[in-house]
């Protein structure tokens, strides 16, 4: 009598693994998409696709350390994500918008805020295998995150939605707009990640009001919201810049390494 074996059943994916990917490609469309509504000069309905992006970008992530699904499948994936929901659609929708009229030199200026938001996530890639890494620089980024990134690029955009006199538009202010978030991607500046921040329980109760007026703001006045979360953001630069480096010296003094400054002259 022969037994025949039953071939192995192929193990499905769990809905843990599967969920943040599915939000990841959500936002991939969402970028997307915010390059048609540019074609179709829906300026409006282009910027609130990439800002749906970010959302659902800020979503996955976090989804997948709760549930425990993060995968090198998703990383991989969330990077792709972000090249194009934020380097690519808020470069190629600033240039439909304004930076055409310069012509190559509007073009370049788009092309270069998207391979600094290549660079900036393969740099981000690689630096999570850092061992050497210290403690705190968990807290920070180097240089401005892609989201961030793709939404300060729009934001003379959410400017002209707001005030529509004004010089928001000119092609030559958007083109360098896009070359100096460019550069801010891929600059070694410390910025905040606040991905641990902790609030402490007095603070809970004032956090979820703030947190529902933000919403209230966001639905009421949307592109002012988005502006002045926008200056707040850039305004914080000088402060996170102080802080890593007021951490560095801290690890510094107790590694006993002495600081540039408290460093003897060379001979």
């Not at 890593?244 to 510094?252: G, H, S, Y």
Request: one cysteine or more; hydrophobic letters at 50%.
């Amino acid at each position: 009598m022969i037994i025949r074996r039953r071939p192995p059943r192929l193990k499905g994916l769990s809905l843990n693994h599967l969920l943040p990917n599915v939000l990841t490609v959500l936002a991939l469309c969402s970028g997307l998409t915010a390059v048609r509504f540019a074609h179709l000069e829906q300026w409006q309905a282009a910027v609130a696709a990439i800002v749906v992006a970010a959302v659902l970008d800020g979503l996955d992530g976090r989804l997948a350390r709760l549930l425990g699904g993060g995968s090198k499948f998703g990383a991989e994936l969330d990077s792709l994500s972000d090249f194009l929901s934020f380097g690519a659609a808020p470069a190629v929708v600033v240039y439909t918008w304004s930076s055409h009229e310069l012509g190559g030199i509007g073009w370049a200026a788009a092309l270069f805020l998207a391979v600094c938001c290549a660079l900036r996530l393969a740099r981000f890639n690689t630096a999570l295998e850092d061992p050497d890494k210290p403690a705190f620089a968990y807290n920070y980024f180097v240089g401005v995150p892609a989201p961030a990134g793709g939404g300060l690029a729009l934001l003379p955009m959410m400017i002209s939605f707001e005030w529509t006199a004004g010089p928001f538009r000119e092609p030559v202010l958007t083109s360098l707009w896009l070359v100096v978030i460019g550069l801010l991607m891929v600059s070694r500046f410390p910025t905040f990640a606040f991905k641990k921040v902790k609030v402490p329980h007095a603070y809970v109760l004032p956090t979820l009001v703030g947190a529902g007026l933000f919403t209230a703001a966001l639905f009421s006045a949307p592109w002012l919201t988005l502006i002045v979360l926008g200056v707040i953001y850039l305004a914080m630069f000088p402060l996170s810049y102080r802080s890593f480096r007021r951490l560095t010296k801290e690890a510094q003094r107790i590694a006993g390494v002495p600081s540039p400054e408290e460093s003897p002259p060379k001979a």
